[in-house]
Nanobody
Framework: QVQLVESGGGLVQAGGSLRLSCAAS????????MGWFRQAPGKEREFVAA????????LYADSVKGRFIVSRDNNKNTVYLQMVSLKSEDTAVYYC??????????????????WGQGTQVTVSS
């Protein structure tokens, strides 16, 4: 079992930046691919970014490419999502998720095995 706890959300003005963190429990973190998803009110959960077990393979949604960077520190059992040039449409609850498969293989939420509780990001225009 892996437990995930997100932090770093908050209220920011459009054009601002935030860095989300996701701390994982368990000794198997470094063997899992990790993903970030988000869900805005009234919308389905959508893929944001993913990173493979070693951090050298990454995948981004087109809507965040060039603005968001996903990274991980396996020594700290933590994955990050650095967000810059935030837009009002980035407002959502952001979730991190763990895939027991080590490589990035999917943008589908149902491919991920463990989920955090989410952290709210609100971008004011």
């Amino acid at each position: 079992q892996v437990q995930l706890v997100e932090s770093g959300g908050g209220l920011v003005q459009a054009g601002g930046s935030l860095r989300l963190s996701c701390a994982a429990s368990g000794r198997t973190f470094s063997s899992y691919a990790m993903g970030w998803f988000r869900q805005a009110p009234g919308k389905e959960r959508e893929f944001v970014a993913a990173i493979n077990w070693g951090g050298f393979s990454k995948l981004y949604a087109d809507s965040v490419k060039g603005r968001f960077i996903v990274s991980r520190d396996n020594n700290k059992n933590t994955v990050y999502l650095q967000m810059v040039s935030l837009k009002s449409e980035d407002t959502a609850v952001y979730y991190c998720a763990a895939d027991r498969f080590p490589d990035v293989r999917s943008r589908r939420a149902d491919e991920y095995d463990y989920w955090g509780q989410g952290t709210q990001v609100t971008v004011s225009s």
